[in-house]
């Protein structure tokens, strides 16, 4: 695992586009396993910038996101479909008949689930994925527990991940509580990991995540496991490290 320190958020986000973007040239027609949240807004400003100037092309390029709300419609602004096109498919030059989410308005969760994992393999698996970490280890929407989950499924959020969401709904009652995403397994599969870690409050649990055991309730730390992982922190995140 190789965990490099950036001087602020923008320098992380810019290393973190950097990275995506080495991914697309060597290989453009690549999978690319997407993320939400607050961290890698900065990260997509940089790819839509450089798509714009010509210097990164997604025309080839196929998506996949790590999960989705259950019970909201893609048009929801709250919907991770929404802020993905809004954050980033929209703004570049990618067919978005090739970006795949969940779908959290299934009506058989579990066939939306298998039909998720059978979409990442007919695109032949991802080849980077980008992850953030939840206050609670969590990576996608894997949130801690007894055991890893293993494949794409439905799962009730935590009160602590709740509560982290609700600064982007008007009330907490409105956040979903159930969502659907890809598992620890399918997550693991992804032939390179790119963490990106921002801000004080996150420098305890990535401490935790890259020293404690590997344990199902820091789910991140299998992280640890994994052949080719690259860990972005800015300073404030990486200074317990
Ligand atoms: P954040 O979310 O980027 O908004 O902090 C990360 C996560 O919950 O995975």
């Known amino acids: 695992m190789r965990v490099i320190k950036t001087k602020n958020y923008e320098q992380m986000s810019k290393k973190a586009?950097?990275?995506?973007?080495?991914?697309?040239?060597?290989?453009?027609?690549?999978?690319?396993g997407f993320a939400t949240g607050t961290t890698p807004i900065g990260t997509y400003d940089f790819l839509a910038e450089w798509n714009g100037e010509g210097i990164v092309d997604f025309s080839r390029v196929k998506t996949v996101n790590?999960?989705?709300?259950?019970?909201?419609?893609?048009?929801?602004?709250?919907?991770?479909?929404?802020?993905m096109d809004k954050n980033l498919f929209e703004r570049i030059n990618i067919d978005k008949r090739n970006?795949?989410?969940?779908?959290?308005?299934?009506?058989?969760?579990?066939?939306?689930?298998?039909?998720?994992?059978?979409?990442?393999g007919s695109l032949g698996g991802v080849d980077l994925q980008l992850l953030g970490i939840g206050n609670n280890g969590h990576i996608g929407f894997n949130e801690p527990a007894e055991v890893f989950p293993k494949k794409t499924h439905r799962i009730k959020l935590t009160e602590s991940t709740i509560e982290a969401n609700s600064r982007l709904f008007e009330?907490?009652?409105?956040?979903?509580?159930?969502?659907?995403?890809?598992?620890?397994?399918?997550?693991?599969?992804a032939k390179k990991i790119l963490l990106i870690v921002s801000g004080k409050g996150k420098a305890k649990i990535l401490k935790k995540?890259?020293?404690?055991?590997?344990?199902?309730?820091?789910?991140a730390s299998i992280l640890q496991l994994h052949p080719d992982v690259t860990v972005i922190a800015d300073a404030a995140a990486g200074e317990e490290l």
């Open 171 to 189: 009330k907490k009652e409105e956040v979903p509580r159930y969502a659907l995403t890809m598992g620890i397994q399918t997550i693991m599969k």
């Open 66 to 83: 790590l999960d989705e709300y259950c019970g909201i419609s893609s048009e929801n602004p709250h919907s991770y479909r929404y802020f």
């Open 99 to 120: 970006t795949y989410l969940p779908d959290g308005q299934a009506k058989d969760c579990n066939e939306e689930c298998d039909a998720y994992e059978k979409t990442i």
């Open 17 to 32: 586009a950097s990275f995506i973007m080495a991914q697309v040239i060597s290989k453009p027609d690549c999978v690319l």
């Open 209 to 219: 995540v890259l020293e404690c055991d590997v344990d199902p309730k820091v789910p």
